[in-house]
């Protein structure tokens, strides 16, 4: 060994065969009182930490960190961008749904303490470390295969190459050997670095061309990739087409199709018009009025069917209404000042005097619901054209309000004003009141219509007509009723009185 | 290649392996102070409602049979998988197991009040149930064809025949083997583990939904009974671990139990507090999620008032704190701190079901009185159990003293 | 040194006290190194050549696929209305069930101190990252625009400006499957680094020496190194267990968040768990008893490992027959009507084939390995573990499609019938999963030598010195 001498000594090692020989060794080196050693072994030898007094390593703890940190991380991430950044909610979940960003909060966290774990590791143990002293040997290669070594560092206080030589041969040990510096050349071949170069260098083109063309601008078109999904085949509604002979791309529905809904089932029921007798009396706008409900398409300007029955004539009555502003029956009147003109079409119109639907109690009833939701903010809960639209109108002095109708008024008693009428108004409204076709079912309109009979019969009722039974408990209620009234009225005065500086 | 030494296998009679008679002493004291105490604690819960009492005393039974279960599951997955490390504990489950007989007697109440009270316990039982809650007619007719007294009394005794026939067995086997230190034993047992756990699992599984998921009868989870069995492993780790340090400090066990075992058992209850939270939040995430009506009533109502509170408390303290608490090495190495939290997991296991039982039995938790009667229910029940327990180890040994393994337990380490 | 143990000894029969050995032959540490490096450092075989030839060709397959799809687009597959899941997510998650056992074996066997996995967790751990790269594939493709797939990472995105959306299942998947691939990847690479240490050690050629060498990071066989290493890997282990767990926990919640009847069910997370370990052992068993043949390692690979695992095939498959028993008694105990109806569908529906198919296979057929001799015989093993894993195809397949195809609108209710296109991706994707399996038996050691070492080393131990002092 002693044209090793010029050579920078690293320490000596040691070869054995068994784990028992060489753990035996360690402890003699142990006791021995040799501080930077080492064993090699092809595997984790069990024990060996005791035997040379290696120390617990702190990697737990950096996996610890790490997993905390991930948690951290993942956490403040979800709700950061989730909650804060940009916020939406999804499924009536609350803005920070913590059960709902746990599963990647945890992932985040295993694989933060993962990379800890082995990054750290490698971290610890100073590597990777491609150039060894140790592993100038060519004996030493059976390491990982089925030798055990030990070896002393020069480094050690203690070191002192005969003493090592000496404690190793007390070993058993069968080979002794002096690690020095790697004399073979250390440099790596010229085509590895080619290699390396070249292959990084290709994988970055495609990023910078990625790049390139994500962040300048170019006066170039556009380059599709997927040329049917920047433009979609598909046809707009207004578009022509090769594809049909009538040349639309938008198809007009089959023959005889009938909108969800639109299925009629009686005219007379959906129109409030007594059909039969309009036939007679104008058999054109009887079939228009069929023809608009049949087919909803518009086929006719100012045919739509919700003022299918109205138009004509009756637009100009309307108008003349709303400019004067009185009720309806008074425009008729004032119509008549000019007798070439036709009779209104409200008036020869062949209404239906009867409400189709029989008369009950569950009929008054959602009548009465529906008439609560949308009649009484105009018309009033008693129909007496009080609702708290009009009352606002009124206190705010609203100059262009027409007040609503007061229902229990005569002109509106049945005799005069048919129900079919009263549908029809309902349906297609009048003057400044809408039309409720769209937001009112038929049957929920035909209920309404007898609910407005109810009420006015009410509201022109006398005590008779009650049925005997309850005219007693009525008259009770009423009298109570007024003494209240009077009561509060004469308390009131009295206040008055009392504080005459207020008024 | 160890370092440290390795006990000798002592002879069987050693005292080493004998109940330390300051504990056998206890036993009766025990037996008759528990049946005492759970009495008072029955009484001054039905004071608040009788219902409020069963429940109480449910929530009591529930407690001691989870450990009891837990044990024999811990008995017999030892043998299905050969293990070598638990010998010197394993006797302890034995005698937990076995208690499976008493709690069968223990039982007896909770059935009495089903076949002769209305709906005292169990909702279902309540013939007015359907009509109060606007059940269709359709469906609580069906439901009734599962949830009926007969059937489920018939149901109870099967699920109890099974366990008793397993824990009677399996017990019998390993007390034989003390005597003759046959290995044929061993092999017996391993060689019936495997149907055993199957009938074990199928059993617990519906103990769970009938016993405790039915109390609310229109509520259903398909893991109930995997989120009973995970707590009840739990507790059953966690009280061999306290009884073996028991034992250890008054002077059994001194040399046999090291402290590789208490390291095992801390990887055991690390691993099921890591477990039930596991299957706890999954129930939860699920329910939560889906956000169905059928389901999620049942969590609604435990978000109400102080069960949200005891929630919470589930979540910090039967997770969170346990979780971090024994995640270390050095924690899982000592003993005492092991077994302090043992200690603290087994009362968290009961807060546990607390919060799964109890609020079937009215929305509040019954006010002082309340709170009394579900303490000592659950102390008496205890007590009664672990009477029971020191007077079966009284009889036997506290330590499988001749199996085959007994040398490999002995000298196990961790790496 | 070397053990007197007799090659052709039984070692499934353990007394108890004694411990059978996991390590046969007239084996000795130098024997390990030799039996292990001489299936990388011989000629490839002709079996070998014939595979590889046959899985590369599928591989393209796969691949010609791919691009058919991305450029005719998703309406190549049979998904249609209200199916839109079908076979892409099928095969998703049977994937990923495969990729279970891998770590199973590495990290839970680990943790239970089962050192019988010693000698087949390399080849598990392979088999889980090539297992997860075929399930990565899947949904990768199955977004439509697979080229933007990248809008599911969390990046500032210039022309977006909005994050991904963190309530949703899917995206929860994304970071499950990633995060398993990774610690997977890392934790089979860590496993393998001294084994390619000796690989380094053993070349002959240059280049091979410096291409081990470069991937051996320099390991020397430091005992300072061995203790951090150890300590990493129970780490890496202990993480990797509850991640093992998580994975198809979230990929469970996928299905269960939902409410779609049939996927509602709390008992999905630890039933899909199991039935992800339950696969994965099957298919591991499908290629270790072929492989163990042709490589020559069946002395490493015992039957006792076989046993083992067929144990744990068994114990899992019962684990999934209550899961099923349990789903349908809570479905009529439940009394919810869609989920009842749900079930029966299932069972007597118009795919009660692909049902008992499933039941067959999952539940029945591994009832057989009660028996010893099912259970130590390799051409049964091999055959039950292909059932094994047509079963757990099915159970995928049966839930994502049988649920979607009736659902609550009866009106929207239809038939999935898979294309052609369908079915060349999912044979295509066991031609990527056999590719690069194959490649890794030539290229990389398939077992951990060190491991099976320090094993040997305990058999030596307790020989010489029994339990207790030495």
Not at chain 1, 151 to 169: H, N, P, S, T, W
Not at chain 2, 255 to 260: K, M, N, Q, S
Not at chain 3, 204 to 223: E, T, V
Request: proline share 5%; glycine share 8%.
């Amino acid at each position: 060994m002693s044209e090793n001498n010029e050579k920078k000594v690293h320490g000596i090692v040691a070869e054995y065969t068994s784990v028992d020989s060489l753990l035996n060794a360690c402890r003699r080196v142990r006791d021995a009182g040799y501080k930077k050693t080492d064993a090699f072994a092809p595997f984790a030898v069990h024990g060996i930490e005791k035997a040379l007094g290696i120390k617990p390593t702190v990697l737990p703890w950096i996996v610890f960190g790490c997993g905390a940190v991930g948690a951290i991380v993942g956490l403040t991430m979800q709700i950061w961008m989730n909650s804060i950044d940009y916020p939406y909610i999804i499924s009536g979940k609350p803005m920070i749904s913590l059960p709902a960003f746990i599963p990647v909060a945890y992932e985040l966290t295993i694989l933060f303490a993962a990379f800890g774990a082995f990054f750290g590791m490698w971290a610890l143990n100073g590597l990777p470390r491609f150039s060894n002293p140790i592993f100038t040997d060519p004996r030493f290669d059976r390491v990982t295969d089925d030798r055990f070594f030990l070896y002393i560092d020069a480094k050690d206080e203690q070191f002192d190459e005969a003493g090592v030589r000496q404690l190793f041969g007390d070993t058993g040990t069968e080979y002794i050997q002096t690690v020095v510096d790697d004399d073979s050349s250390s440099k790596v071949p010229k085509g590895f670095f080619i290699a390396w170069a070249a292959v990084i260098g290709l994988s970055v083109i495609p990023v910078l061309v990625v790049l390139k063309m994500r962040l300048t601008k170019s006066s170039l078109p556009r380059f599709h990739v997927f040329f049917d999904m920047d433009f979609s085949p598909a046809k707009d509604a207004q578009q022509t087409t090769t594809l049909f002979a009538d040349g639309r791309a938008m198809r007009p529905d089959v023959a005889g199709t009938v909108a969800r809904g639109d299925m009629l089932i009686d005219m007379d029921y959906m129109t409030g018009i007594d059909m039969e007798a309009l036939t007679q009396v104008d058999a054109r706008r009887a079939e228009r009025l069929v023809r608009s409900f049949a087919d909803p398409s518009p086929q006719q300007e100012g045919e739509q069917p919700p003022v299918a029955d109205t138009e004509e004539t009756s637009a100009p009555a309307e108008k003349t209404a709303e400019e004067t502003g009185v009720q309806e029956e008074a425009t008729g009147e004032t119509e008549s000042a000019a007798p070439a003109a036709a009779p209104s079409v409200m008036d020869t119109t062949p209404w239906l005097t009867q409400n189709p639907l029989p008369l009950n109690k569950q009929l008054l009833e959602r009548g009465q619901t529906y008439f609560g939701i949308y009649c009484s903010v105009c018309h009033g809960l008693n129909g007496g054209g009080n609702g708290l639209v009009n009352r606002r109108a009124q206190k705010i002095l609203a100059t262009n309000w027409i007040p609503p109708s007061k229902l229990n008024q005569p002109t509106l008693a049945q005799d005069v004003y048919p129900d079919g009428k009263l549908f029809n108004t309902i349906s297609n409204g009048i003057r400044k009141m809408p039309g409720y076709a769209a937001q009112i079912t038929t049957r929920d309109r035909w209920a309404i219509v007898a609910y407005v009979r109810a009420l006015q019969q009410s509201q022109n009722a006398s005590i008779n007509e009650v049925p005997a039974a309850e005219r007693e408990a009525i008259l009770k209620q009423q009298a109570e009723v007024k003494k209240q009234l009077e009561e509060q009225a004469a308390a009131e005065a009295a206040q008055a009185n009392a504080e005459p500086g207020d008024n | 290649m160890s370092e440290h030494d390795t006990p000798a296998v002592k002879i069987a009679d050693d005292p080493a392996f004998k109940l330390p008679t300051s504990l056998s002493s206890l036993s009766m004291p025990l037996c008759i102070g528990g049946v005492a105490v759970l009495l008072i604690g029955w009484a001054c819960g039905s004071s608040v409602s009788a219902k409020f009492g069963m429940s109480a005393y449910l929530t009591a039974f529930m407690f001691c049979l989870t450990i009891v279960l837990g044990s024999l599951f811990f008995v017999m997955i030892q043998h299905l998988v050969r293990a070598g490390w638990s010998v010197v504990v394993r006797r302890i489950a034995e005698l937990y197991m076995v208690m499976v007989i008493p709690l069968g007697v223990l039982f007896l109440p909770v059935l009495a009040t089903l076949l002769f009270g209305n709906g005292t316990l169990y909702n279902w039982d309540d013939p007015t149930y359907a009509e109060k809650n606007f059940l269709p007619l359709a469906i609580w007719t069906e439901k009734l064809r599962w949830l009926n007294q007969g059937w489920f009394t018939v149901r109870a005794i099967f699920y109890f025949a099974i366990w008793s026939a397993l824990a009677i067995w399996y017990f019998r086997q390993s007390v034989e083997q003390d005597e003759t230190g046959e290995k044929a034993v061993s092999d017996r047992m391993q060689y019936w583990s495997g149907p055993a756990i199957m009938a074990f699992c199928g059993a617990t599984s519906f103990a769970a939904f009938d016993w405790v998921m039915s109390l609310a009868p229109m509520w259903f989870s398909t893991m109930f009974g995997v989120y009973v069995f995970a707590g009840s492993v739990l507790a059953a780790h966690c009280t061999i671990c306290i009884t073996s340090f028991t034992l250890q400090r008054l002077g059994a066990l001194r040399d046999e139990v090291t402290v590789e075992h208490y390291h095992d058992l801390g990887k055991f209850i690390f691993g099921f507090v890591f477990f039930w939270s596991y299957i706890a939040f999954s129930q939860y995430m699920l329910i939560w999620y889906g956000n169905i009506p059928e389901e999620t009533h049942w969590i609604f109502e435990r978000q109400l008032g102080a069960w949200g509170w005891i929630g919470i408390v589930l979540i910090l303290f039967h997770w969170a704190l346990p979780f971090l608490g024994t995640m270390s090495r050095h924690v899982r190495r000592n003993a005492p701190l092991i077994t302090f939290w043992a200690v603290y997991l087994l009362i968290m296991h009961y807060v546990d079901l607390y919060w799964v039982i109890m609020p079937e039995a009215g929305s509040s938790m019954g006010g002082i009185l309340g709170v009394i009667s579900s303490l000592f229910c659950v102390v008496g029940m205890t007590a009664v159990m672990i009477g029971l327990v020191l007077r079966v180890a009284d009889q036997t040994k506290i330590a499988a003293v001749r199996d085959p393994r007994l040398q490999e337990s002995l000298a196990f380490e961790n790496i | 040194m070397s053990l007197a143990i007799p090659n052709g000894l039984d070692n499934t029969v353990e007394r108890p006290g004694e411990r059978a050995p996991l390590v046969l032959g007239e084996t000795d540490y130098h024997e390990i190194t030799e039996t292990v490096c001489q299936v990388a450092e011989r000629k490839p075989s002709t079996s070998w050549v014939i595979g590889f030839l046959v899985s590369f060709a599928l591989l393209q397959w796969l691949g010609i696929c791919i691009l058919y799809l991305i450029y005719t687009g998703v309406g190549v597959w049979g998904n249609r209305s209200p199916i839109f899941w079908g076979w892409p997510i099928v095969n998703f998650v049977f994937w990923v069930g495969i990729g279970h056992a891998g770590t199973l074996i590495s990290a839970i066997l680990f943790l239970f101190r089962q050192e019988w996995r010693t000698s087949i967790n390399r080849a598990a751990e392979a088999m889980t990252i090539f297992a997860v790269a075929c399930a990565g594939t899947f949904p990768g493709i199955h977004v439509g625009r697979a080229w933007l797939a990248f809008w599911l990472a969390p990046y500032p995105s210039l022309n977006l400006w909005m994050w991904p959306q963190f309530r949703s299942p899917l995206l929860w998947d994304v970071f499950a499957v990633s995060t398993y691939g990774t610690v997977s990847l890392l934790f089979w690479y860590m496993g393998m680094v001294p084994d390619l240490a000796t690989f380094r050690d053993r070349s002959k050629n240059k280049w091979r020496r410096m291409a081990y060498g470069i991937l051996s990071l320099g390991w020397s066989g430091s005992s300072r190194h061995w203790m951090r290493y150890e300590k990493a890997y129970a780490l890496l282990a202990a993480l990797a267990a509850p991640l093992v767990l998580s994975v198809n926990t979230i990929v469970s919640f996928d299905f269960a968040v939902s409410q779609v009847p049939g996927w509602h069910t709390t008992i999905f997370p630890p039933y899909f768990v199991a039935g992800a370990i339950f696969s994965g052992f099957a298919m591991v068993l499908t290629l270790m008893i072929p492989s163990r043949k042709m490589l020559g390692l069946e002395k490493l690979i015992t039957i006792r490992h076989l046993d083992n695992m067929c144990k744990i095939i068994l114990a899992t498959g019962s684990m999934v027959g209550l899961a099923y028993g349990t789903e349908f008694f809570i479905a009529w105990y439940g009394q919810v009507q869609e989920e009842k109806f749900a079930f029966i569908n299932r069972a007597f529906g118009p795919y009660w084939w692909a049902y008992w198919t499933m039941v067959t296979c999952n539940v029945i057929s591994p009832q057989l390995f009660w028996v010893k001799k099912f259970r130590t015989t390799p051409w049964i093993i091999f055959i039950i573990t292909i059932f094994v894993n047509i079963g757990m195809w099915f159970e995928r397949f049966v839930i994502v499609v049988t649920s979607l195809s009736r659902d609550y609108v009866p009106s929207a209710w239809a038939y999935f019938s898979p294309t052609w296109v369908d079915w060349s991706m999912l044979i295509g994707s066991f031609g990527l999963f056999m590719t690069l399996f194959l490649l890794f038996c030539r290229l990389m050691p398939v077992i951990n030598m060190a491991e099976t070492k320090s094993t040997l080393a305990k058999q030596i131990h307790l020989e010489e010195h029994g339990y207790g002092n030495h």
